[in-house]
């Protein structure tokens, strides 16, 4: 009733310059959506909640909001594809390949096929649950001056995570070995632009597999001293990861378990399926809290619909049934919605990444996951085989995907090659270069308007027939005016020429030999 609507509305919003009148023509104007323009908040002055907001205070915060996302879907797509998820989820269902899991949804009233382990769900609990997850959390690592806020208009960055291979210009392609494992560990404690130890940076199959997570978590967390990842491939390594990640925090159980202090990721078996293993480890997760990240894996034309709609409503649905069941256990559990859909060469069948049909489908999976409240995760991807043109473009595109759809947490920032087969030493390093522009790209001083940006004065100065290379107003701001690259060479062709003309990864080379050759781990207590 846009009546009774319009009455709520004027009586509850008298600070915005509103009447009946604006309100209906909003209505028509905007396809029946309402769209109130005015003023939220005002400095100095007694605002509707009673409180008075110093003006700093309140521009640090309108800072937050001035990069729009880019939002391909409106109000009607959006309800669109939350219905078709919620068909996915209550008439086709979705499989959890795991007994416990059966009997918590069948105690929590949903309909559980024990033969097939399909399990469909109310869409109206579904959401109840989901709900009940955080907007946004704090994961605070050994090192309290580490931790990392997850969600609202923070994005963190991590580490290639679980690829098999390794390379560099020097040896090559070769199997994951420890060596490699650690190299990569000290590469992400070294950039500050690395914020999350994710998995594995390459697999260390040098390392028996029953022991593999021991060595590797004990690297971990001595050779960073940031927010660390464990994998959920198992009830012993889960609980093995949870004793040594809190004994590296020298915490006590009670206090270790009062925060969120690292995280796992699981990874949906799709089309609609979660597997044994993986659901084990989320839900030791979630009985104490700590944060999970549910990311279907839906390749379009593969594992989900050719479109990107159809990919988009499949993966929704499959993370929402597995954050469902997560907060039913533990509600306020902090979880992550994950978007790792994209497409394949429908020629060959191989993964395609960084494509403008990743970028569009990451864009949809942001406006969701913000409709539904939850934080997101996606990916820094590529399917290029070396650190080369093709590596660096479908990773720009996937961090301005990233960008542009309010993303949390980016998994594999940096070292990503061969879509997951690869970590490259090389690559890592380029991306680490990207990645602080990016960080550089988000600076709210770049776009500022004060007096001193506008620069009236200095423009006065200088005039039509000076420059500025020497004005007042450059001397003042020239030190940090502009991000300053590590990795680019920006002299002319002559001078590059007669210096060598190194290309990019051999100067990347270079660089990752310096870093681990200077590289100090961070301290830790002697007892620990």
């Known amino acids: 009733d846009k009546s009774s609507n319009t009455d709520y509305i004027s009586a509850n919003y008298l ?13 028509k104007e905007n396809d029946g959506r309402l769209v109130v323009k005015g003023v939220l908040q005002r400095a100095e002055a007694e605002n509707q909640n009673g409180r008075i ?63 097939s382990s399909n399990v469909i769900m109310d869409r109206h609990w579904v959401k109840e649950m989901v709900f009940k997850a955080p907007t946004e959390f704090e994961i605070v690592p050994r090192n309290p001056e580490r931790s990392v806020k997850i969600g609202g208009r923070n994005m963190a960055f991590v580490n290639v995570s679980s690829p098999p291979n390794v390379m ?57 001293d940031k927010v660390c990842h464990a994998y959920s491939l198992g ?65 379009a034309g593969a594992m989900a619909p050719v479109t990107m709609a159809g990919a988009v409503v499949q993966s929704v649905a499959e993370g929402l049934a597995a954050i469902a069941l997560l907060q039913y256990i533990n509600p306020g559990t902090p979880c992550v919605f994950g978007t790792f859909t994209s497409n394949v ?7 395609a990444f960084g494509t403008p049909e990743y970028i569009r489908a990451t864009q949809m999976s942001g406006q969701m996951a913000r409709y539904y409240g939850l934080p997101i995760r996606a990916s ?27 993303i949390n947490v980016v998994y594999h920032s940096a070292g990503w090659l061969e879509g997951g087969l690869i970590a490259s030493y090389e690559k890592f390093i380029m991306d680490c270069e990207v990645l602080q522009q990016f960080q550089k790209y988000f600076d709210p001083k770049i776009s500022d308007v004060g007096i001193g940006s506008l620069a009236v004065e200095a423009i006065r100065d200088v005039g039509p027939n000076g420059h500025f290379f ?48 200077e590289f100090d781990p961070p301290p830790i207590e002697q007892s620990i």
């Open 53 to 115: 907001y110093p003006r700093n205070i309140l521009m640090r915060e309108a800072e937050k909001y001035t990069d729009n996302f880019i939002e391909p879907l409106d109000a009607d797509g959006i309800q669109a594809i939350d219905n078709a998820a919620m068909q996915v989820i209550e008439e086709i269902g979705i499989q959890f390949l795991n007994e416990e899991a059966k009997s918590i949804l069948a105690e929590a009233g949903c309909k559980v096929d024990q033969n």
């Open 235 to 299: 009830s012993q390594r889960v609980e093995d990861a949870i004793e040594m990640a809190k004994i590296a925090s020298g915490l006590s159980e009670e206090e270790f378990f009062s925060k969120p202090r690292f995280y796992t990721n699981i990874n949906s078996s799709s089309p609609l399926k979660h597997d044994q293993p993986m659901l084990d480890g989320a839900m030791r997760f979630a009985r104490r809290g700590q944060p999970v990240i549910v990311t279907p894996f839906t390749l």
């Open 470 to 517: 020497g004005c007042d107003h450059t001397q003042e701001r020239y030190t940090d005016a502009f991000y300053s690259p590590f990795m680019s060479d920006w002299r002319n062709y002559e001078a590059w020429e007669q210096d060598g003309s190194e290309w990019t990864h051999q100067r990347a080379n270079k660089i990752w030999k310096k870093i681990l050759e």
């Open 168 to 224: 560099d210009l020097d040896r090559g392609r070769r199997v994951g070995n420890f060596e490699s494992f650690k190299d990569l560990m000290k590469l992400t404690q070294y950039f500050n632009c690395i914020h999350l130890a994710g998995g594995y940076p390459v697999e260390p199959v040098d390392i028996h597999a029953s022991i593999r997570h021991l060595d590797c978590l004990y690297e971990k967390l001595t050779l960073t």
């Open 15 to 27: 600070p915005f310059d509103i009447n009946k009148t604006k309100i209906n023509e909003s209505i």
């Open 345 to 351: 060469d429908m020629k060959s069948g191989a993964p």
């Open 380 to 406: 820094n991807a590529c399917a290029a085989n070396a650190p080369d043109g093709q590596a660096m473009w479908e990773s720009l595109n996937s961090m301005w995907a990233a960008s542009t759809s309010g």
